[in-house]
């Protein structure tokens, strides 16, 4: 009777908890069976959903620890919710599994994998929570293609892409030397490659090898054919005999197991294996749904078409049709695709920190977004046409978000009224070409109070870059460092520059092919070597490039209609090349030799000359000694 009257006891103490509660709570040691009280939590954040819909519970906690295979969908149904990190606890959401015990043979750890053959494509792990290498031929450097595309582009006024669109045989076949593919062609249906091209990377695996007429068949067509524009160096990645290092790893699809070297002294103590593509899927039609205050990781990616900028490459939380959803203090590391992809209206992106992801951080499509203080840092570490953020989007806001180590662009966007302020840029287009820290088909766009830094590695990379068909935007009161070409306009319309300092330690260029109404006012130009390219470069190209009638007013290349009160700063006179432009616009804009030692070194040296400080008081841009002692910092 006793043991009775307990068990009723306990039975109402459930109940009354569930009835009382407003939110429910997760953990990794909780139970599915429980209430999900912060007592009695659940295990899955699964169930806690399902819960959550019944009981019109709008509110989800995550306690702290590890919580592995998730992969959460989002629905209508979910409308109003709020998932959240526990006060300041950690909470992980895996879109992985981990492996803790490991046969070995032959000086290699080997993972026999549990999901199905074929199921999910990955191409990273983590072994005792770091990035590791997969197998890479050749073991440095590229092989190099033998494909000849001698195609010319098409620039996007006159309808963009290639002149002759390539056939599915130029997109899908590699033609190879044979001393290359000796060293792996035993393992042809492992064998994934990929091939830089301008502006993008192409990736895909090998369906088979054509030894007759050395030809490498890849399983889908690249976005760009093998050779075009000269591209042609390519790498072989996941082959047994490219496991040639410790701390590289394979994956045999139809044994279906992984094969990792150790490491010199390692001691392996888990592995976990990507087996997601989303972390969190938003379907569509959700809303008003807010995440919070916790971290995903290891989402995996299905071998795919990476598209433009990386944009189709499988992000850890996705989402289309969406309105008014929130991402607020969340951590996504080490994924082996891209960070975030979402397409809607009325979307808030704030206090991300997103870090070493495969493919690029944040991918937005829509109207009123906003993207506020966000820390991205090392993306592309698999597939290098990715980016800091990218998209497409009307009335965005970007601002206070710093951007750091990017292959392709910091921020890549086609926006429509957009602002994009006090953000750092550092070290964007490490890896690919024609793109820049800031980029993108713009309108009605403002570039304000951002710091830009470049590489340093006398590699030319672009600041702002406002590319075809741009028009009414400006650049306000940024600072660019040693990038090359800080500025660069093409084939736009009513673009202003203005108060901004520009300094490079090696030959500084500003472009403005193609381009009319363009105002560079008030700037500061500091460089051993300054030289301005205009129209002049594209006035006999302008006439054949067959341009769409709306297009021709953005084309007409009347360059630099403004050249006022700017201040260049040179090693000499004859070093400055000043844009083919009136007397009268180039009123008030001086000349200046500075001091060799002051061009090695960088802003807060500048300081030395008074001409220098004269121009930073004149140029608005409210710079104090504190702050150049801050750039400074930037900039090492």
Known sequence: MRKLNLAIFLFILICSDVIAQNALYVSPNGNDHLSGSLLNPLQTIDSALVISRKQHIHTIYLRKGTYYNVNLKITKADSNLLISGYKKEQAVLYGGMPFTSFEKKDGLLIISLLQKKGATDFQMILVNGSWRQR???????????????????????????????????????????????????????????????????????????????????????????????????????????????????????????????????????????????????????????????????????????????????????????????????????????????????????????????????????????????????????????????????????????????????????????????????????????????????????????????????????????????SNDCSAQNNIVVNTGVPIHINIANSIIYSNNIFVDKQTQTINSGGSSAVLLDGNIFVAPKIQFNGPSVFDKQIDTLKLEPKNRKSANPTGITSFQNNCLFSMSADNVKLPRTDKKALSGTIVKNINAKNMSATILNLLNDKEVIRCINNSKLGLTSKKLEEIELLIR
């Open 135 to 469: 197998s890479r031929l050749p073991r440095s450097g590229s092989y190099r293609c033998l494909n000849e595309f001698k195609v010319k582009m098409v620039p996007l006024a006159s309808g963009g892409g290639l002149e002759r669109k390539p056939t599915t045989e130029e997109l899908s076949q590699l033609k190879y030397m044979p001393a290359d593919i000796a060293q792996w062609k035993k393992d042809v249906k492992n064998a994934e490659i990929s091939l830089l091209n301008q502006w993008s990377e192409s990736y895909a695996g090998v369906d088979a090898v054509d030894t007759i007429a050395q030809v490498i068949k890849l399983n889908y067509p690249l976005i760009a054919p093998p050779g075009s524009l000269g591209h042609k160096e390519y790498v072989v990645w996941n082959t047994r005999e490219g496991l040639t290092q410790g701390g590289q790893w394979y994956w045999d699809k139809l044994l279906n197991k992984i094969f990792y070297r150790e490491l010199p002294g390692e001691t392996v103590q888990e592995i976990i294996v990507p087996t997601q593509r989303n972390i969190i899927t938003f379907e569509k039609g959700a809303e008003k749904v807010r995440l919070k205050g916790f971290s995903l990781c290891a989402a995996a990616n299905k071998l795919q078409n990476e598209n433009f900028a990386c944009s189709g490459i499988d992000p850890a939380i996705e989402g289309s049709q969406l309105r008014n959803i929130s991402l607020e203090e969340l951590s996504i590391l080490q994924t082996n695709g891209s960070a975030i992809r979402l397409q809607g209206n009325n979307i808030n992106v704030t206090g991300l920190h997103i870090r070493n992801c495969g493919g690029g951080g944040i991918y937005i499509n829509g109207k009123n977004i906003t993207i506020t203080n966000c820390v991205i840092d090392s993306m592309g570490k698999i597939f290098k046409g990715a980016t800091g953020i990218q998209g497409s989007a009307q009335k965005v806001l970007i601002t206070n978000c710093t951007i750091s180590n990017t292959p392709y662009s910091g921020i890549c966007l086609a926006i429509d009224s957009g602002v994009i302020r006090d953000c750092i840029i550092k070290h964007a287009m490490t890896d690919l070409l024609d793109g820049g820290a800031i980029y993108g088909n713009s309108h009605h766009t403002s570039v304000l109070h951002n710091y830009i830094v470049g590489n340093n590695d006398n590699r030319f990379t672009t600041g702002i870059y406002f590319d075809e068909l």
